[in-house]
């Protein structure tokens, strides 16, 4: 069993809808991120939050927007979202605080998203 | 400018034999960490091996290794004695504090088939 849990797996929505990824995270980790994957492209950080506070946000367009409720739960809310946004968006977590060069990112499954 | 570079989109290999996955990396900053993640078919990202920049001796774990050659700014990664379970999308990684410490750079990744 994965330590960080993602939900749901597979998601289609049109356009004009509203929608929420739901990330969360056993392992007592304090900082979580939102990765976006595009086929043959790297991953794209888009948020970061370190002890609940937000402190990356990779010019990612405002029809994004994360949450971060406690250290456990992350959110990423979607509206009005394009084609070109369809991707697998990855939640992952880590111990958190500053300058930790060798720390390693857990991840979860992923959300499979589908923009028609 | 890219960060890290996977300039195999595809490899084989026969099973029990051994597989190099090339990995070169672009940074100016002398403390960072490299790392390689596994991606299977279900979509979550599996941590394998961590080389810090002042680490003496090259990673191993299992039987994964690290061939790090800091001069030539390549971070290989070695499977010895494929298993068909090898079969997965492989990704570099690496982190400086130059850019921030919780960014965690990936390549485009390496697809690995293991043929029985």
């Known amino acids: 069993e994965t330590g960080v849990t993602q939900t749901p797996r597979h998601l289609v929505m049109g356009m004009t809808n509203k929608k929420s990824l739901k990330c969360e995270q056993h392992?007592?980790?304090?900082?979580m991120y939102w990765y976006k994957q595009s086929a043959k492209k790297p991953l794209e950080l888009m948020f970061v939050y370190n002890f609940k506070e937000q402190t990356e946000n990779n010019s990612v367009p405002s029809r994004f927007s994360p949450e971060c409720p406690n250290s456990s739960h992350l959110f990423l809310h979607l509206h009005t979202l394009q084609p070109e946004d369809s991707a697998l968006y990855l939640c992952a977590s880590s111990r958190g605080g500053r300058d930790n060069i060798n720390e390693k990112l857990f991840f979860g499954s992923g959300t499979q998203l589908s923009v028609l | 400018a890219q960060k890290i570079t996977q300039t195999q989109p595809g490899m084989f290999v026969q099973e029990k034999e051994a597989v190099t996955l090339d990995c070169t990396y672009d940074?100016?900053?002398?403390?960072?960490?490299l790392f390689w993640y596994k991606q299977p078919s279900s979509g979550e990202m599996i941590f394998l091996i961590y080389q810090g920049s002042y680490d003496q001796q090259n990673a191993t774990e299992g039987r994964y290794s690290l061939n790090f050659q800091k001069a030539r700014k390549s971070a290989n990664l070695v499977i010895s004695a494929s298993q068909l379970g090898d079969s997965a999308m492989y990704f570099c990684a690496m982190r400086d504090l130059q850019t921030g410490a919780n960014n965690l750079f990936f390549g485009t990744g390496t697809r690995l088939t293991v043929i029985p």
């Open positions: 940074t100016s900053d002398p403390s960072y960490g």
């Open positions: 392992l007592g980790h304090n900082a």
